[in-house]
Nanobody, 116 residues
Framework: QVQLVELGGGLVQAGGSLRLSCAAS????????MAWYRQAPGKQRELVAS???????TYADSAKGRFTISRDNAKNTVYLQLDSLKPEDTAVYYC??????????WGQGTQVTVSS
């Protein structure tokens, strides 16, 4: 099993920044990639950014130029730096871990609220 614990959400004004972290523990061998998703009220969960085991990062169009995903392999932690936040970024942000085989694992989510 894999456990994912997200931290760093909160309330911030538009234009502000937050840094989310996701610490992975348990059977994290054979990790293919880790990613951040978000789900706003009444909307489907959507991919924000992902980072492969080799370090390649990809971003949703809405995140490009404002958000940065990174990882610390020594700490088994992935980060999401959120800059220039907008009210439409308000959502619950979820961490996800994909292995090469088997279903993905999800964290419990952390709320990000951006006020105008």
């Amino acid at each position: 099993q894999v456990q994912l614990v997200e931290l760093g959400g909160g309330l911030v004004q538009a234009g502000g920044s937050l840094r989310l972290s996701c610490a992975a523990s348990g059977s994290i061998f054979s990790t293919k990639a880790m990613a951040w998703y978000r789900q706003a009220p009444g909307k489907q969960r959507e991919l924000v950014a992902s980072i492969a085991s080799g370090g390649t990062a990809t971003y949703a169009d809405s995140a490009k130029g404002r958000f940065t995903i990174s990882r610390d392999n020594a700490k088994n932690t992935v980060y999401l730096q959120l800059d220039s936040l907008k009210p439409e970024d308000t959502a619950v942000y979820y961490c996800r871990l994909d292995k090469w085989v088997g279903p993905p694992f999800w964290g419990q989510g952390t709320q990000v609220t951006v006020s105008s």
